[in-house]
């Protein structure tokens, strides 16, 4: 039982408990945190389980536990996450990965690749066409 996580399945109650508490805690242990959450979300049944029930996906859009990607060393635009004092942003907020170059100096970046089950889970698509603009 690491950082709090159980090995087997976990209720969504607990997952959202758990998504909720990695703000509180240090940055190494709460990426850490997020990175479990993550693969855990990604299995099938979870998956499965959130994508039909809104109010749940809804809920872990909107909670603050996806760690803020560090700007890429050969980025040569501002850095939005560079500004944030906060290391962790929700769903709702940010943008993938593989969506840097398109949006990483006016969103902020998650290190989440869009086409894993977790990023597909969250619908990370191209940013809108406003986002881009302001980049």
Excluded at 36 to 57: E, N, P
Excluded at 66 to 86: I, N
């Amino acid at each position: 039982c690491k950082f709090g996580m159980i090995n087997d399945y976990l209720p969504i109650a607990q997952i959202v408990d758990r998504a909720h508490s990695v703000r509180t805690i240090d940055r190494y242990s709460g990426k850490e945190r997020a990175g479990l959450l993550m693969t855990l979300l990604s299995q099938g049944v979870y998956t499965k389980r959130i994508r039909k029930d809104g109010d749940i996906r809804s809920q872990l859009q909107q909670i603050e536990f996806l760690p803020v990607l560090d700007k890429p060393e050969r980025y040569s635009l501002r850095w939005f996450g560079d500004g944030m004092e906060e290391r962790f942003v929700s769903a709702e907020k940010s943008v993938c990965r593989s969506h840097h170059n398109l949006a990483g100096s006016v969103k902020p970046i998650v290190d989440i690749s869009c086409d894993t089950p977790f990023g597909r889970l969250f619908d990370y698509n191209q940013p809108l066409l406003e986002t881009v603009l302001q980049q």
